[in-house]
């Protein structure tokens, strides 16, 4: 077969690449995935995802932050689902604390709206959390939570609706450049395209050679309790939270189902060279330990898990994603979105699909994003929980 286009790996980012090449009519658009459609192995899944503004290294993410939710609202709109959840963010600390005052710093020099919660205030409007004396909360107004699934889904029918073509439950074992094109192989046979995007997630590493080295596999374990009284755990009363208390560290969204809400420790089960050989399942003592966790921090939970799952994600060594194309522009690679990437997927999959038609999108910066500043960065010396 030949395209003109060629997507492979349609989770977080390829979805969305996908519906983004697609809206040119005439262009020949093909997304290749692993599984079936909006499938339960990939690092979008999961319910929810964080999604804030103000955040670390604001300098880098802030804007493009700004711009993932205009862009996420906006897709919204146009599939009309709601899959940005404007709950706000609310953060709790101990006064002074890193975790609150770089919140804190990073909205006040983005003028991000926020409000910045006392004691007293903390415990008066969100009663739902147990607190200590020294414990703050700073709300980032513009945060809130994402739908993921929705989101891969809505990517995919967009695209279709558009024209592209999709082939699931068909792997592709390599791509191969061949001078002025690139193929991808698959078990059905091969497409040859004038330009490829691979966006592989927690697979990247083995797809792509010249990712040796540069990204592991993570997994991440969620956690979902019972709250005895729900109606105190809606949307509208109970803002995603991210909470860190005696070393611990806790963050949750509201209930989506009707009878649980989302409590996880963020725990990150150390580091793969693949996906195959990382843990697929839970201890039995970390277990007791984030249940033990979620209901001190939040003493309404029935302190058992109504349920468990484990994900994994790519990581780059310095936690900062991949996004480049050779240097013949033909083949561009997202990757290592290191557990914090999905709240910028309409940013990212805009700059691959630019990338991939030659041009260099605004906010895309090689320096910080390219595969050279990779192989030559120095491996992150702290552990942030996903989502952070
Ligand atoms: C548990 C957990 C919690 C997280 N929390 C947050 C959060 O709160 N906020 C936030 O912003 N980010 C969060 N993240 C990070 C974010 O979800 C990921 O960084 C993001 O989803 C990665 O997207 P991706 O497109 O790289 O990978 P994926 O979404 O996994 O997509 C990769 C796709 O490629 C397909 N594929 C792989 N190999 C092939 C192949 N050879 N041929 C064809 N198809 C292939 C896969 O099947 C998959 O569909 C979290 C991640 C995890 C795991």
New binding site residues.
Partial sequence: MRADVVV????????LTLAELSAVPGRKVVG????GPV?S??????E????RTAVHEGERYVPALLEARRLWKSLGAQVGRSLLLETGVLSIGPSGSAAIETTASEAQRFSLPHEALDHAELHRRYPQHDLDSDDVGFLDLLGGG?R?ELA?LSGLEIASANGAEIAVR????AIEHRGDAVAVI?AEGEIVADRVVV??????G??LPQLAGLLRV?????TWFAPHQIDRFSPDRFPVFLRDRGGAHL?GVPTLDGFSIKA?A?ELWGNYASLGESPKEVDLPTLEHIARTASWFLPDLNPEPVRV?M????YASDRV?IIDSSDDGRLTV????????????PIFSRWAARLALGELPDGYDPLVYGLDAHRSCEPASSQIP???
């Fill in positions: 492979v790996g349609l989770g977080t980012i390829g979805a290749v995935e692993r599984f499938h192995h990939g690092a979008f899944t999961g929810s995802r964080v999604f994402l993921p891969v068909s792997p592709a074992t698959t966006c592989a997630g927690s697979w990247a083995e797809l993570t997994p991440l374990s969620l963050f996880s963020g799952s994900h994994y994600d790519a994603p997202v990757a290592g979105l290191s557990g914090h990437g999905f709240k910028f997927a996903c989502g952070a």
